[in-house]
Every structure is written in C-alpha cells, then in structure tokens.
C-alpha cells in the first residue's frame, strides 16, 4: 500500500517525501513528474494547452497506475479537485497531509511558473484557494504533519506514526 502525501502546493510534500522514500527504503514516485515525463511537456503547458481538467484526469490515470505499490506518493496540491482522485485516497490507509502556514507557503511558491493555479496570483486569491481545499485534504488524511521549517524533524513524525500503527 501507497503512502501518499497530500496538501497545498508549497507545503513541501515532494522534499518529505523523497526523505521519507529513503528512510523507509520505498521508491519515491512525484506524481508531477511522472505526468510531465509522460507527456513530454510542462504542468503550465499542459494546463495551456489541454486545460485543468485534462490535467487531473492525467493525476487521476498516474495515481491508480500506483496507488496499490509499496510506494511514498507526492501528489499536486490539487490532487482533490478531482472527485474520482478522492475515492481513490478514501480507500488507501496513509495519505498524509504535509501542511504549513498559508505565509510559509506563499513565500515558497510565490514567482514558480510551474505552479499554474498560483501563477501571478495575490496572496488574498492563494489564501482563498487554500481554504477551499483544507477540509478534502483533512477529510482524505490518516495524520497530518506540520512542516513549517524542519523537514528531518516533520519526516521522522510520519515515520514513527506509521511504524508505531504497524506494531498495533
């Protein structure tokens, strides 16, 4: 079974994620990148050309392509914009919800090109998007980790909370 890694982009799921991937001897898989590989363009290109919902049906096929492997999973921060994607994490028992303080995020992602849905956006409008999707990542979530600074610290928290569940 997958442990996926859910939040708001910026949040730091694909730097966890690659820690957490060697900590437990798993591959680690970036949904992003996997779709970027596969479609030989960028996120932006892909949401210029084909548009959003195109591009979370691409999430959509990646996730279920590895959802049922013995994975670390670092999905966009959008990944709960589609229903289907949301089903798909209701059945699977560690998804993890990486999240930090909206000022921390958007001082992360703030001038990324490659984050379409915060591209030359206001901080008030990131804000807005984040709280629209707090309660489905929440809703999807195992545990929630805090990640303001400290990525060994936040990467260690999950591990101990996966490996103490096992021994129950």
């Given at each position: ?39 030989g ?74 984050r ?28 929630k ?10 990467v ?13």
């Amino acid at each position: 079974m997958a442990i996926v890694l859910v939040g708001f982009m910026g949040a730091g799921k694909t730097t966890i994620g690659t820690k957490l991937a060697e900590r437990m001897n798993l591959p680690f898989v970036d949904l992003d990148a996997e779709i970027v590989k596969k479609e030989g363009k960028s996120i932006p290109e892909i949401f210029d050309i084909f548009g959003e919902i195109y591009f979370r049906n691409l999430e959509y096929d990646t996730l279920r392509l590895y959802i049922n492997m013995n994975v670390v999973i670092a999905t966009g921060g959008g990944i709960i914009e589609n229903t289907n994607n949301i089903l798909l994490l209701k059945k699977n028992k560690l998804n993890i919800w990486v999240d930090a303080n909206i000022d921390t995020v958007y001082n992360r992602i703030v001038g990324d090109n490659n984050r379409p849905n915060a591209q030359n956006k206001p901080f008030h409008e990131i804000k807005k998007l984040y709280n629209s999707r707090i309660t489905r990542y929440n809703e999807i979530a195992y545990i929630k980790v805090d990640n303001e600074d400290n990525i060994i610290s936040c990467v260690q928290n999950i591990h101990n909370q996966i490996i103490t569940d096992d021994e129950n």
